[in-house]
């Protein structure tokens, strides 16, 4: 007998197997699914990272991100006013500083004129009611490209926890709501906190790259603001290795004891178990990192037309609600949003 001839097989008798269990019974039904569904995305749920860079009148794609654009600080209250009409809670802000203004101590990161802080300004002008997320960290500012101040070959700790909180303190006085150290050095949430405090600024929110990982998927970030024609060796000394779990745990109880009001954990879609652990062991509010390489990835793909791009999109800003974050920082959040609101 050839393939094609066999027999069509006898049903199973499946009854006798599950009983009375049958999970697709809530499934077969779109309301049914929504009744069960046990995790839900909406806008609040989105914080949208935003490139910004010199000049004026410009809106420049960068290559690796698709849709993804940096912006002169005249066109930022545009794009604050899309994502507010959205009602997107929070913008996050990364500079691509010029090359002509990044030296070795990053000095920029402490100039009241810089990007950021014209940046705050401007969207504080609008009035718009939208959290600023800024961005504590030297690399956007060092010819070298590293978070922090180098000797030699060694980053050094301290005299670089001096520096950010010099720049948190610029940028609260800019209008900062939320100061986010994405530096990984010790101890600089305590002394950032201590420096607010000091100055008057015990408003100002602490969101803290807790858990942030040496990784590659932050390959198209670094084109972005440039650092990664810059960027001498890696930042592996820093940054935590992407084999361990129970480290992110101490990292993350370390920033809550020294005075972090949120954490987040970075990269995202890697990390979820960490997002989960993290959540369970300290109950709370935690953010997601779906950072540039993981949306680049999505996009490249789509545009191949490899996979479905939105509901990729969807699935994967779902995902981090599942493993327990409370948020997500995301390239995606403008397109989400509309999506969420059913504009798209
Ligand atoms: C640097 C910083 C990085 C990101 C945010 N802040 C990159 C790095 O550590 O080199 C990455 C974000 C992304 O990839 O989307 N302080």
Redesign the pocket.
């Known amino acids: 007998m050839t393939a094609h001839q066999r027999p069509t097989p006898k049903a199973h008798d499946v009854d006798s197997i599950v009983g009375g269990r049958r999970m697709r019974r809530n499934r077969r039904t779109d309301w049914s699914r929504r009744m069960v569904r046990e995790n839900t995305l909406t806008v609040d749920d989105l914080i949208w ?1 935003l490139f910004l860079t010199e000049g004026t009148g410009i809106e420049q794609p960068v290559p690796s991100m698709p849709g993804v654009m940096r912006y002169s600080v005249d066109k930022i209250a545009r794009q604050i006013e899309e994502a507010a009409e959205l009602g997107i809670p929070a913008i996050a802000l990364f500079p691509n500083t010029d090359p002509s203004l990044r030296d070795a101590d990053g000095s920029e990161a402490l100039n009241p004129e810089n990007l950021i802080c014209r940046a705050c300004r401007a969207i504080k002008d609008t009035g718009l009611p939208i959290g600023i997320v800024t ?1 504590v ?1 030297l ?1 956007p500012y060092t010819s070298h490209g590293h ?1 922090g101040l180098m000797k030699g070959e060694t980053i050094l700790n301290d005299e670089t926890v001096a520096q950010l909180v010099a720049q948190a303190l610029l940028q609260a006085e800019a209008g900062a709501d939320v100061i986010a150290p ?2 990984m050095m010790d101890g600089r949430i305590g002394a950032i906190r201590a420096g607010l405090d000091a100055a008057g600024y015990r408003d100002v929110q602490i969101m803290s790259y807790a858990a942030k990982y040496a990784s590659a ?2 390959g ?3 084109d972005a603001v440039g650092t990664n024609a810059t960027l001498v060796g890696d ?1 592996r000394t820093y ?1 935590m290795d992407p084999a361990n779990s129970d480290e992110a745990l101490h990292e993350v109880a370390l920033d809550l004891e020294e005075g972090a009001d949120m954490i987040m954990v970075k990269p995202g879609m890697p990390y979820l178990d960490i997002i989960r652990r993290v959540k369970d062991t300290f109950e709370r509010p935690t953010f997601a ?1 779906q ?3 993981e949306y680049a990835m999505i996009m490249a793909a789509a545009g191949n037309g490899w996979l479905d791009g939105e509901r990729a999109m969807m699935e994967s800003l779902m995902a981090f609600k599942r493993a327990g974050a409370d948020g997500v920082l995301t390239y995606f959040a403008p397109r989400a949003a509309r999506k969420l609101k059913g504009l798209d």
Do not use: E, T, W
């Open positions: 990272p961005d960290a690399d978070d994405s530096d998927f932050y198209p970030f670094r930042k940054q990192y950072v540039s390489g």
